[in-house]
């Protein structure tokens, strides 16, 4: 059976930390700086390696191609030439903070308008795609209760004519309602949403120049018809999403340790 990823980076960290304690406690003074040097690199790729490798494609102009795709040196955009032209595709990631599951029927109705306004506000096509699985009720109870402690510890140190007042007393709101209707036996559901935008053009600095366009006017619209904050995807991240369009996960443990 195949290690997941998250063995493998504990692996990986366990043995890195291993070779830094051999050449620390072996007399060859170059073996422990190298040592040091690679674990210390590893550490960096692992935590900050999302945002290091765009920019070191972007520099080195290097390109990743699959098929009859390729991944732009920018990494936030996926290219396909085709007969009469180029095709460009880029994702964005939906952080959707509230579940319908625990909205009255008025609020439903509003997040359905407000969803309805997104859609139709947009000037070109945009695909959405939704991925779903069960959460664990102890877990998502601790982090609701943090959240709302946290919310409360803000609003308290806001002036009562502060802008962020009503907001911040919508979502202490919506915190409580989850709160109670999970106390009341109600199981809440994980939510991942990507939304794709594809853009056309006859050469590549054209249709590039065209779905980022299209990737900012989507952002924005949805953004603020849904209230999330709406985040491009790079890389990695973007490379994930043309997978999970093929073959979507299977189990949740498989999701958590596909995002590790």
């Not at 306004?117 to 664990?136: F, P, Q, W």
């Not at 946290?150 to 202490?172: G, M």
């Amino acid at each position: 059976m195949q290690l997941r990823n998250r063995a493998l980076v504990y692996l990986s960290l366990s043995g890195g930390a291993a070779s830094l304690l051999a050449g620390y406690y072996s007399s060859n003074s170059a073996l422990f700086a190298i040592s040091s040097a690679a674990f210390l690199l590893s550490i960096i790729i692992f935590r900050w390696g999302y945002f290091l490798g765009p920019m070191i494609a972007k520099f080195s102009k290097a390109s990743l191609r699959e098929g009859n795709f390729e991944l732009v040196p920018s990494q936030d955009a996926l290219l396909k030439r085709s007969s009469g032209g180029y095709y460009a595709s880029m994702f964005l990631s939906l952080q959707l903070r509230d579940s319908s599951d625990f909205k009255s029927a008025e609020q439903r109705a509003e997040l359905m308008q407000m969803f309805e306004r997104a859609i139709s506000s947009l000037r070109h096509t945009i695909k959405i795609s939704l991925v779903l699985c069960g959460l664990d009720m102890n877990d998502y109870l601790d982090s609701l209760t943090a959240r709302r402690s946290l919310a409360e510890q803000r609003k308290s140190q806001l002036k009562k004519n502060s802008a962020s007042l009503h907001q911040l007393e919508r979502e202490i709101s919506a915190y409580s309602s989850q709160i109670r209707r999970i106390g009341g036996g109600e199981k809440p559901m994980q939510v991942m949403a990507f939304a794709q935008t594809t853009a056309f053009g006859l050469t590549r600095e054209e249709v590039l120049q065209r779905v980022r366009s299209q990737a900012r006017e989507s952002a924005a619209i949805l953004s603020s018809s849904l209230s999330c904050p709406v985040q491009t995807l790079l890389g990695e991240e973007l490379l994930r999403c043309v997978e999970w369009e093929k073959i979507s996960p299977a189990s949740k443990s498989q999701i958590e340790d596909e995002l590790v």
